[in-house]
């Protein structure tokens, strides 16, 4: 993430001088902003670092991985990012989140101390920030990264907020949260139309999810042998809008061409469970069984944690013989749902510790945080093509698999065909006409185009005896 990361890591945290401050004619932009953001714009140019200047993002809890994305995001430039998190500091954060205020301990005491001594300056800058809410301590360090950046703070609990809360954003991420809550604010963000990013990290594993609902964006080339057209379908979610050609008549040599291509997505509701993987790698029986295992594990673990919400969504624990029964048989229902090959044990085991743990790795929360922020500045930016739609991270070959999860049914914004607009005092459940205990009743448009809901479109997932074999891979877990 060097390109996120070197804009304004030299400002040193300085005021720019008056004189520097003057706007540039052609851009809105100080000469100060345009120097310190050089490299970005010679990267993405001028136009997407003025939206992105412009941008205000929400960014949903700040463990390890919010961390990571918080930091790229406002070195890149970010014009206003607010953090939420209603949680406090504990003592396992100060492993792994860098933008704890935490003072080392060389910083106060001697060089020559005690480990006695050491250990109490540690004991003592710990207890200034373990119990203190997270939003709060992080913006500290933060606004220090780059001062050019609002940084607001939320230390209330966005999932209870009214729908119309999230009006005032150009983007929001959630992380680290469970899938009832991903599922709740990604119904709010699509009735105000507003891009929404998940992720998660379980030790070495993570994902990453977008829902962009109908995203533009602008891809500038050498035109062709076969010119683009607008209406080409490139995929089932990719279609020309647009294409302009400069230079064809001038002779200076070949023309270029700036093609406006369109993705269309899928809620994490749907997406995460119902959909099946694209007919590209399903046709192909090499493709399907180069599908990472991780994909049916994760499923599984949102369905465990969906099954279990009276026990606040919680996560199966390796060593109870009935969570490792019921998680083995998910993972074989999800499995042969997608049509990839079984799971084999010592993988299960492998993803059942990791979760189980919730240890928060430093190195994976690096790469998926840098991945989602880049991601992010390129879809404020509208110059390249974002992620479409799931990215499954693998930390110990460290490999990020890209799927496009999406039901048989329309994409975009028809999913949202019969959905009313919220006002600000709209709870969720208001705006979408009822009461959301777990997973939202948005109505959609299905492939005919009449309105279905998505209780009726998501495939349920019935906790039926374990497949034969379960409990003895159950077994061989222990």
């Known amino acids: 993430m060097a390109d996120v990361n070197g804009g304004a890591a030299g400002s040193n945290g300085a005021q720019p001088a008056a004189a520097a401050a003057v706007p540039d004619a052609r851009s809105g932009m100080t000469e100060d902003e345009i120097a310190l ?3 970005q714009i010679r990267l993405w140019g001028m136009r997407a670092q003025e939206k992105l200047r412009s941008a205000h993002v929400l960014l949903v809890t700040v463990r390890a991985l919010g961390n990571e994305i918080a930091k790229n995001l406002v070195l890149a430039g970010i014009g206003s990012l607010t953090i939420a998190d209603h949680e406090n500091v504990t003592e ?5 989140q860098f933008l704890l205020a935490t003072p080392s301990a060389g910083e106060v005491v001697p060089p020559g101390a005690s480990q006695e001594q050491r250990e109490a300056a540690d004991r003592a800058a710990a207890a200034a920030v373990v119990g203190k809410n997270r939003a709060v301590t992080v913006s500290q360090q933060l606004s220090s990264l780059n001062p ?4 607001v703070v939320e230390q209330n609990d966005v999932s209870k907020q009214a729908a119309g809360y999230f009006e005032k954003f150009t983007l929001v991420i959630v992380t680290d949260r469970d899938p009832a809550v991903l599922n709740y604010i990604n119904t709010a963000t699509r009735l105000q139309g507003c891009p929404f990013y998940a992720a998660n990290s379980y030790g070495m594993f993570g994902f990453i999810f977008a829902d962009l609902i109908e995203h533009d964006f602008v891809i500038t080339r050498e035109r062709g042998n076969i010119a683009s057209k607008v209406g080409d379908r490139e995929t089932r979610t990719r279609t020309i809008v647009d294409v302009k ?13 700036s093609v406006t291509k369109r993705e269309v997505y899928s809620t994490w509701y749907l997406a995460s469970d119902a959909s099946l993987l694209p007919h590209s790698i399903r046709s192909v029986a090499r493709r399907l069984r180069n599908v990472t295992p991780l994909l049916p594990c994760l499923r599984a673990l949102w369905a465990f944690q969906d099954f279990h919400s009276h026990e606040n969504y919680r996560v199966p624990n390796p060593n109870s013989p009935e969570d490792r029964t019921e998680f083995i048989g998910l993972v074989n229902t999800k499995q042969q749902a997608l049509g990839t090959p079984p799971v084999a044990a010592d993988k299960i085991r492998e993803f059942l510790q990791s979760v189980a743990e919730l240890h928060e790795i430093s190195a994976v ?6 991945q989602l922020a880049q991601d992010v500045i390129n879809t404020i930016g509208q110059t390249q093509q974002p992620i479409q739609n799931l990215v499954v991270f693998d930390g110990n070959n460290m490999t990020s698999s890209v799927f496009a999860m999406h039901p048989e049914m329309n994409l975009g914004t028809a999913q949202l065909a019969t959905a009313p607009k919220s006002t600000a005092t709209e709870t969720v459940a208001q705006a979408t006409g009822g009461a959301l205990p777990v997973a939202p009743q948005l109505a959609l448009a299905n492939g ?4 279905t809901s998505v209780s009726a479109v ?3 997932v019935v906790t039926a005896p374990a497949p034969a074999g379960a409990e003895a891979s159950a077994m061989n877990l222990q």
């Open 448 to 451: 005919n185009g009449v309105a």
């Open 37 to 39: 953001y050089d490299r």
């Open 92 to 96: 396992a954060d100060l492993g792994s």
């Open 148 to 151: 050019r950046v609002n940084v």
């Open 365 to 370: 929360a690096t790469v998926l945080g840098g």
């Open 458 to 460: 998501k495939a349920p």
């Open 245 to 257: 050609v400069e230079g064809e008549e001038s002779g200076a040599g070949a023309a270029k061409e």
